[in-house]
């Protein structure tokens, strides 16, 4: 079932890949819409950081990038077959939207994505229909800002030949 985002004088259609990408919200205290989007944005190497916390799960940290955006960058990341890698970010309270990017070298394997807020609302999985790259951008339904606190980014290996080495980018807007 297609929708339409519309752009000053045009319209985009982007079409659900598949009935998993319904929002499952866990929470009503706030709600977010999920857009694709088409071009993929910079991660900078300044921004590339992160640090293990626990086992099986990875805190991104964000960098500064200019006045108003900050990035993530985590390259590299192996995953199998049956498999979840668990990743962290901790995003700023003042945060107006959330652009999140999965990208992995085989166009034969299937890795899925599902999001977390910080209040437990999850959003996905998500999966991309026939590239390898998953590009979103979240925002807020009602008010202004994101909340802030640990966003969860789950990838997933749903069908992998092997191991498949993926790439997640995030980057956040206030």
């Avoid at 009935?19 to 499952?24: A, C, G, K």
């Avoid at 640090?51 to 805190?59: A, F, G, N, S, Y």
Wanted: glycine share 6%; charged share 20%; proline share 3%.
């Amino acid at each position: 079932m297609p929708f339409y985002i519309f752009f000053g004088d045009f319209i985009t259609t982007l079409y659900r890949e598949n009935i998993d990408q319904e929002v499952n919200s866990t929470s009503t205290e706030e709600e977010y819409i999920v857009e694709f989007l088409k071009d993929d944005f910079v991660c900078t190497q300044s921004a590339s950081s992160s640090i293990t916390i626990e086992k099986d799960v990875e805190l991104l940290e964000f960098a500064k990038v200019s006045e108003s955006s900050f990035d993530i960058c985590s390259t590299g990341t192996p995953i199998v077959q049956g498999k979840t890698k668990y990743n962290k970010a901790q995003v700023n309270q003042k945060a107006i939207y959330l652009d999140i990017s999965l990208s992995w070298g085989n166009k034969k394997n299937i890795l899925n994505l599902t999001i977390f807020s910080p209040t437990g609302a999850s959003y996905g999985p998500y999966k991309a229909k026939s590239t390898n790259k998953i590009v979103l951008r979240i925002k807020p339904k009602t008010g202004k800002h994101l909340q802030g606190g640990n966003w969860k980014l789950n990838v997933f290996g749903k069908s992998i030949i092997r191991t498949e080495y993926y790439t997640l980018k995030a980057a956040y807007y206030i």
